[in-house]
T-cell receptor, first 112, second 114 residues
């Protein structure tokens, strides 16, 4: 089993839709959970950062972490064409695991 | 404050040639990483460093070498380039902190081995 699993999609939605992106993981040592957005031919940029379980909201974006299920989600409300990108989840352990592990990324297209 | 700077941005290598991808960060971050990204495969960790003088292998280290003589620089060396090393390479850095672990990425280096 891979450490981090993410459905690569592609995912295509109409403008204004609610988008749900998900990752599962197997390593219970992961403590920090991140979502990155990557536009074509660019480096990843940090979207959301959470520590431990719970929800975190930032504008149209909500990150959710369920450590008991080893499951994280990113919700995008009122999606816009400018949200079209690849979204990568990433995880980092604490106290001994300094490797940042990424999912494969989900390619999202928001159609006007 | 330039963040993470990678050079070159594009490079074509012939099989068997060697080259070094340069990475510099000006944020005084202790952790630095090299990833490669192949289409549909996400980011795979090649090597990482937790501070000057300390490096460790990631998931796919074969065919690469790194060094970390200073906090700022983390060059990635390709010896005897092979077509399988055609990829996009990203350097990243972060500062360990209990209040956050934001990782900053460079713009990427597109490498083609022919």
């Amino acid at each position: 089993q891979k450490e981090v699993e993410q459905d690569p999609g592609p995912l295509s939605v109409p403008e204004g839709a609610i988008v749900s992106l998900n990752c599962t993981y197997s390593n219970s040592a992961f403590q920090y959970f991140m979502w990155y957005r990557q536009y074509s031919r660019k480096g990843p940029e940090l979207l959301m950062y959470t520590y431990s379980s719970g929800n975190k909201e930032d504008g149209r974006f909500t990150a959710q972490v369920d450590k008991s299920s080893k499951y994280i989600s990113l919700f995008i409300r009122d999606s816009q064409p400018s949200d079209s990108a690849t979204y990568l989840c990433a995880m980092l352990g604490q106290g001994g695991s300094e490797k940042l592990v990424f999912g494969k990324g989900t390619k999202l297209t928001v159609n006007p | 404050n330039a963040g993470v700077t990678q050079t070159p941005k594009f490079r074509i290598l012939k099989i068997g040639q060697s080259m070094t991808l340069q990475c510099t960060q000006d944020m005084n971050h202790n952790y630095m990483y090299w990833y490669r990204q192949d289409p549909g495969m996400g980011l795979k960790l090649i090597y990482y460093s937790v501070g000057a003088g300390i490096t460790d292998k990631g998931e796919v280290p074969n065919g690469y070498n790194v060094s970390r003589s200073t906090t700022e620089d983390f060059p990635l060396r390709l010896e005897l380039a092979a077509p399988s090393q055609t990829s996009v390479y990203f350097c990243a850095s972060r500062r360990h902190s209990n209040s956050g672990n934001t990782i900053y990425f460079g713009e990427g280096s597109w490498l083609t081995v022919v």
